[in-house]
């Protein structure tokens, strides 16, 4: 089993900067890529961005250039760097990994809110 914990949600007008953190636990070395989905309200969940291992890296075109996906195996944390925050970016944001099993672990969750 894999417990991921997000923290960093919050409000901000646009243009603005947040940033996400996931922290993993439990049996983490069978973690493979790890990453953020969103879900807007009456939108289906989305991937936002997701990081391998080795750190490779890719991302949804609306987001592409704006955030940034890091990865820092050590600590067993993925974090999402968004800058240029948009109104459209308003969502609920997921930290996601993805185990070498194939097995899809979730976090609860964190409210991204852009708004002036």
């Known amino acids: 089993q894999v417990q991921l914990v997000e923290s960093g949600g919050g409000l901000v007008q646009p243009g603005g900067s947040l940033r996400l953190s996931c922290a993993a636990s439990?049996?983490?070395?069978?973690?493979?890529?790890m990453g953020w989905y969103r879900q807007a309200p009456g939108k289906q969940r989305e991937l936002v961005a997701r990081?391998?291992?080795?750190?490779?890296?890719d991302y949804a075109g609306s987001v592409k250039g704006r955030f940034t996906i890091s990865r820092d195996n050590a600590k067993n944390t993925v974090s999402l760097q968004m800058n240029s925050l948009k109104p459209e970016d308003t969502a609920v944001y997921y930290c996601?990994?993805?185990?070498?099993?194939?097995?899809?672990?979730w976090g609860k969750g964190t409210l991204v809110t852009v708004s002036s």
């Open positions: 439990g049996i983490i070395s069978s973690i493979n890529a």
């Open positions: 996601h990994a993805l185990s070498l099993y194939g097995i899809n672990y």
């Open positions: 990081i391998t291992t080795g750190g490779s890296a």
